[in-house]
C-alpha cells in the first residue's frame, strides 16, 4: 500500500491520470456522434493507418518527436479514410468491405515499417513499437501534457457544435433546411475522431484505440435514450476507463496500458449491458415475466 501511495504521489503518473481521463472523456463524447452516424469501424481503419505515419516519420526524419510522429500518424489516417471514401465512391465494394481492405493494407504496411526499423542498427532503441499497444509508463511529462491539451480542446470543440452534430446526424435534410452546412460539420467530426485517435495512440495504442471510441457509448446506450446524457455518460466511462488503465499499466511494469483501459470499458460494458436502467438484460428479463 505504501508503494502504492508513493506512485500516486508521483508528479509524471499524476500528469499521465489527468491525460488518460481526458483521453477518455473525449473519446467517449466522440464516438457518441460516431456510433450514431455507424461509421464506427471507420474509425478502426483511422487508428490502424495511424501506424506507417509514425514508421515513415521516424525513417525520414530519425527522430521520435512527438509532435512530429503525430503529424505522419494523422497524414496517413486522412489518407485511409479518403481511400475508403473513394473505394466506395467509384466501385461496386460496400463500405464495410473497404474498411476492411484500406485497414488490413494500412496496418500491414505498418508492420512492415516497424520491423524495418527494428532490424536497423540504431532500430532497436526506437520504442516504436510502444505504439501498437500503448504504454503510459513510457511517457513523459510533455506527450502527456500535450495529449491532455489536444483532448480538452476536442472536448470544447463538441461543445461548442453539440446542436450541430445533433440536427445533423438525426435529420440531415432538416439541418439543410435551416441552412446548416451539413457537409462541413460531418467533416469537423471526422476531423475529431482523427484528432482523438492521434493524440490516443501513444497512451492506448493503434490497435485498441478505436475500442475507446466504441466502448464507453455503447455502454452508455443501456442507460439513457436522451443524447446529451448518453454523450455525457459515454465519457465517464471513458474516463474511468483510461484512469483504471493507466494507472495499473504503470504500476505494474512492463504491463501495456491499451489493453487494459479497454478491459475496464469491457467491465463497465458487461455491467451496462445487464444492469442497464433502459435496455439492460435483467431489466427486460423483469419485464417480460
Request: charged share 10%; net charge positive; with cysteine.
Amino acid at each position: 500500500m505504501e508503494q502504492f501511495s508513493a506512485l500516486l504521489s508521483s508528479a509524471n503518473l499524476q500528469w499521465v491520470l489527468i491525460g488518460s481521463l481526458l483521453l477518455g472523456f473525449a473519446s467517449g463524447v466522440i464516438g457518441s456522434f460516431v456510433l450514431l452516424k455507424k461509421q464506427s469501424l471507420i474509425s478502426d481503419a483511422m487508428a490502424h493507418a495511424a501506424l506507417p505515419g509514425v514508421c515513415i516519420v521516424y525513417i525520414l526524419f530519425q527522430t521520435k518527436t512527438v509532435p512530429y510522429l503525430l503529424t505522419g500518424a494523422a497524414v496517413t489516417s486522412l489518407i485511409a479514410t479518403q481511400s475508403i471514401q473513394t473505394i466506395v465512391k467509384w466501385s461496386r465494394i460496400k463500405t464495410d468491405a473497404a474498411i476492411g481492405i484500406t485497414l488490413s493494407v494500412f496496418f500491414g504496411l505498418g508492420i512492415v515499417l516497424l520491423t524495418y526499423i527494428q532490424q536497423n542498427a540504431t532500430g532497436n532503441q526506437a520504442g516504436l513499437d510502444s505504439f501498437i499497444f500503448g504504454q503510459a509508463a513510457s511517457l513523459v511529462k510533455g506527450d502527456v501534457q500535450l495529449i491532455a491539451a489536444g483532448a480538452l480542446c476536442l472536448i470544447i470543440l463538441t461543445a461548442l457544435f453539440f446542436k450541430e452534430f445533433k440536427i445533423s446526424i438525426f435529420d440531415p435534410q432538416f439541418a439543410k433546411g435551416l441552412g446548416l452546412p451539413v457537409t462541413f460539420f460531418n467533416a469537423v467530426l471526422l476531423f475529431l475522431v482523427v484528432a482523438v485517435v492521434v493524440i490516443g495512440i501513444q497512451m492506448v495504442g493503434v490497435v485498441l484505440i478505436a475500442a475507446l471510441l466504441i466502448t464507453p457509448p455503447i455502454s452508455a446506450r443501456y442507460w439513457t435514450d436522451q443524447l446529451g446524457w448518453m454523450t455525457m455518460l459515454a465519457g465517464i466511462f471513458g474516463a474511468i476507463s483510461g484512469v483504471s488503465g493507466a494507472v495499473l499499466s504503470t504500476a505494474i511494469q512492463n504491463l501495456p496500458t491499451g489493453p487494459i483501459i479497454v478491459l475496464s470499458a469491457s467491465v463497465i460494458f458487461l455491467f451496462s449491458l445487464l444492469f442497464g436502467t433502459k435496455k439492460g438484460l435483467l431489466l427486460k428479463g423483469g419485464r417480460n415475466a
